[in-house]
């Protein structure tokens, strides 16, 4: 199986600066995305940022210009830099990877999640 081990959350200040780091193991096969979904209290999932192994990049636009995705030297890790950070920041984050399987479709592998809190 898949497994995401994430770290980096913790408390910072609004204008702060936060990376979070997501490392997968398991059977993955190189053709896939990963990327980092948020969830606050009373609102629904987002998708924050997503890179896929071509190294194409997509963000939501409340994060554009502040966070950068980005893989790592090591083979199937991925980190977000979360720069400017703001108090509307604050959510639990999920590493996630997708992985596409010839015959049973698409398939999503999240990590435990990691709690970023934005405040002074």
């Known amino acids: 199986q898949v497994q995401l081990v994430e770290s980096g959350g913790g408390l910072v200040q609004p204008g702060g600066s936060l990376t979070l780091s997501c490392a997968a193991s398991?059977?993955?096969?190189?053709?896939?995305?990963m990327g980092w979904y948020r969830q606050a209290p009373g609102k629904q999932r987002e998708e924050v940022a997503a890179i896929t192994n071509t190294g194409s990049r997509d963000y939501v636009d409340s994060v554009k210009g502040r966070f950068t995705i980005a893989r790592g030297n090591a083979k199937n890790t991925v980190y977000l830099q979360m720069n400017s950070l703001k108090p509307e920041d604050t959510a639990v984050y999920y590493c996630?990877?997708?992985?596409?399987?010839?015959?049973?479709?698409?398939?999503?592998?999240w990590g435990q999640g990691t709690q970023v809190t934005v405040s002074s």
């Open positions: 398991g059977n993955i096969f190189s053709i896939n995305t």
């Open positions: 996630n990877l997708h992985q596409d399987y010839q015959v049973r479709g698409g398939v999503d592998y």
